[in-house]
Nanobody, 127 residues
Framework: VQLQASGGGLVQAGGSLRLSCVASGRTFGTYGSQGWFRQAPGKEREFVAA????????YYADSVKGRFTISRDNAKNTLYLQMNSLKPEDTAVYYCAAVYRPIILATIEAEDSYDYWGQGTQVTVSS
């Protein structure tokens, strides 16, 4: 499985961006989850949002609730992250991730739960 993330860029505070992540390879089945993580300069990578492959339940970090929306287009094998009301503290490299096997729901925010990672796309929010 390969994940290709895109859509990052430079935006002013209050603006919006939509990230995309195209998956290729053995992505069939309904188990697992897809998610977005981010890593700001000098900080550890952190969970942003996730969506379960079965049922489509979504989960968000408190810092992005109400501003970001995770979604997917199964026909296009594409995961999205719509980011609105962006803040300078959202500046980071954003990574998409996926796992295609059952995982414990309580671990959906953990990096170790995901088997596949995209290359990252830079999001910079200016004040």
């Amino acid at each position: 499985v390969q994940l290709q993330a895109s859509g990052g860029g430079l935006v002013q505070a209050g603006g919006s961006l939509r990230l995309s992540c195209v998956a290729s390879g053995r992505t069939f089945g309904t188990y697992g989850s897809q998610g977005w993580f981010r890593q700001a300069p000098g900080k550890e990578r952190e969970f942003v949002a996730a969506i379960r492959r079965s049922g489509g339940s979504t989960y968000y970090a408190d810092s992005v609730k109400g501003r970001f929306t995770i979604s997917r287009d199964n026909a296009k094998n594409t995961l999205y992250l719509q980011m609105n009301s962006l803040k300078p503290e959202d500046t980071a490299v954003y990574y998409c991730a996926a796992v295609y096997r059952p995982i414990i729901l309580a671990t959906i925010e953990a990096e170790d739960s995901y088997d596949y990672w995209g290359q990252g796309t830079q999001v910079t929010v200016s004040s």
